[in-house]
């Protein structure tokens, strides 16, 4: 962070949701633990026109009603006197000459400028060309740094159509496209798990794993974000990014070393080992109701929940099934993942005809109840040969306290002003993830053999087709965390 020069940060789209649900509250609390220094300008810059006391008001009420921060009123009195606003247009050259203009005067001489692209992504082309144009992007004595949000295009073609358009202004260093799943604590522990323990990394392999399941479900349905998730879908808005950053984690090969590269390097292989998905292997479904949402086109035909099927064309993970879902609307919130182990080869206690064993699995347990669970059968007491599944369990709140786990923005955005991409995906693995995606996006419009898009109820764990997929398979979808505990 410190090359002893002022830091500015401008975030475009400042008037949007993720500015005042995600980022103000993140710098504010780092500002609070001291992370940032008090020297940092932060300016917010959309079209609307507000005063910079209009636009603090609203950060601060934003703040309070959608990330559950009560601030101390001195810390924000203290962190508000260096929250700016400047009104301006995106494609009017005009209004990066004024905030330039503005920037130079609050930053007195040379500074390090942080810009986080927090609007539509449909502006980020012209965002980045403009910042170019005017100057804006230059890196050398002091720094200066581009923060994408997702999703970064539309698909392969138009991911790399941006990324020419961001390196014709940017240097690849001063790039940083973001995942905040990267930024949660319990998927970085993943790594911590999996490479600093040695009691899981021999079994994990398709010798004792009989298969996967990556679940990201949503009790909440669109909202008021249907302008833009009618055109994503569920697929493009979770898949290229969050799954495959999540699958990332857990089935990638140990890299050397815990650095940007080397790190990167191992998923990118990882995603590069997954077969083609095949159409027959995956669910779409709406909600019913969806269709009547402020903003979603007539007969829309956008899924809100997905479930895929894919495997790993590897040595550690061959004939390993990773069932992947994810949908809006359903019946709880709750990020984990769950690996199923196989079961034991001969059953030698004297149990009853209609014994089903349970197999185990250890749950890793991303969001909320964030922690780990590790399912296995043990006997019940007595003199019957009853058996009962019960769980080992890690809480983090109680282990490390109520408040121990922090907003994945704070540290990505700490990350970002340290020079660090260890966290943010490289243009690889970007292009790598919609490759993947992209073939069952476009079976889901042109195959024959496409699954119909089903309907399921607000509340529900998705259409009744995503319990038929899995068992064909002869599986069901798990649950480890939460109230599914023990
Ligand atoms: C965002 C998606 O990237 O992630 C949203 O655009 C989704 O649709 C959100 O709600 C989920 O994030 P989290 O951290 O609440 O799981």
Not at 211 to 236: C, K, L, M, P
Not at 364 to 369: A, G, K, R, V
């Amino acid at each position: 962070m410190d090359n002893g020069l002022p830091i500015s940060i401008v975030i475009f789209g400042a008037s949007g949701d993720l500015t005042r649900r995600k980022l103000v509250p993140a710098l504010f609390q780092q500002r609070v633990k001291g992370q940032i220094p008090n020297s940092i300008n932060i300016v917010g810059t959309s079209r609307s026109e507000f005063s910079h006391d209009e636009f603090r008001q609203q950060m601060f009420e934003g703040m309070v009603e959608l990330s559950g921060i009560v601030p101390d009123e001195n810390d924000w009195d203290e962190f508000s006197q260096d929250l700016w606003y400047v009104p301006g247009d995106i494609g009017q050259e005009a209004d990066y000459e004024k905030l330039e203009q503005f920037l130079g005067e609050k930053e007195g001489g040379p500074a390090n400028r942080l810009y986080y692209l927090a609007t539509a992504p449909r502006f980020f082309p012209v965002i980045v060309k403009e910042l170019g144009k005017q100057g804006m992007a230059t890196d050398g004595d002091r720094w200066s740094r581009v923060v994408i949000e997702k999703p970064f295009g539309h698909n392969l073609e138009s991911a790399v159509e941006l990324d020419e358009i961001v390196h014709a202004a940017f240097n690849e260093h001063q790039v940083y496209r973001i995942d905040h799943y990267m930024g949660k604590e319990t998927a970085q522990n993943i790594l911590y798990f999996r490479f600093l323990n040695t009691i899981f990394e021999p079994i994990w392999n398709r010798n004792y794993i009989d298969h996967v399941q990556i679940t990201v479900a949503e009790s909440v349905d669109v909202e008021h974000r249907a302008g833009y998730y009618d055109n994503a879908g569920v697929v493009r808005d979770m898949f290229p990014n969050h799954f495959l950053q999540l699958f990332t984690l857990l089935a990638m090969e140990p890299p050397a070393a815990f650095d940007a590269d080397a790190v990167r390097n191992e998923k990118v292989k990882v995603l590069m080992a997954i077969r083609p998905i095949q159409v027959e292997d995956t669910v779409r479904a709406q909600y019913e109701g969806y269709g009547q949402g402020e903003g979603v086109a007539e007969n829309s035909q956008t899924p809100t929940y997905a479930a895929m099927k894919l495997y790993v064309d590897n040595w550690r993970w061959q004939g390993v099934p990773f069932y992947l879902r994810s949908g809006k609307a359903l019946a709880e919130k709750t990020s984990q993942i769950v690996i199923v182990f196989k079961e034991p080869p001969h059953l030698l206690f004297d149990l009853p005809a209609d014994y089903h064993l349970t197999p185990n699995f250890l749950s890793l347990c991303i969001q909320p109840d964030e922690g780990i669970h590790l399912r296995f059968e043990t006997k019940v007491p007595g003199a019957s040969q009853e058996t009962k599944s019960v769980d080992m369990e890690f809480h983090y709140p109680a282990t490390f306290g109520g408040e121990s786990l922090p907003d994945a923005y704070e540290r990505l955005l700490i990350d970002v002003l340290n020079g660090d991409p260890s966290l943010f995906t490289r243009s690889d693995e970007i292009e790598r993830a919609w490759s993947i995606v992209d073939p069952v996006l476009e079976a889901w419009e042109s195959s024959p053999n496409a699954p119909s898009l089903g309907l399921y109820r607000k509340g529900s764990w998705g259409p009744p087709g995503a319990e038929a997929f899995i068992a064909r398979d002869e599986r069901v979808w798990r649950l480890g965390c939460g109230d599914h505990a023990g």
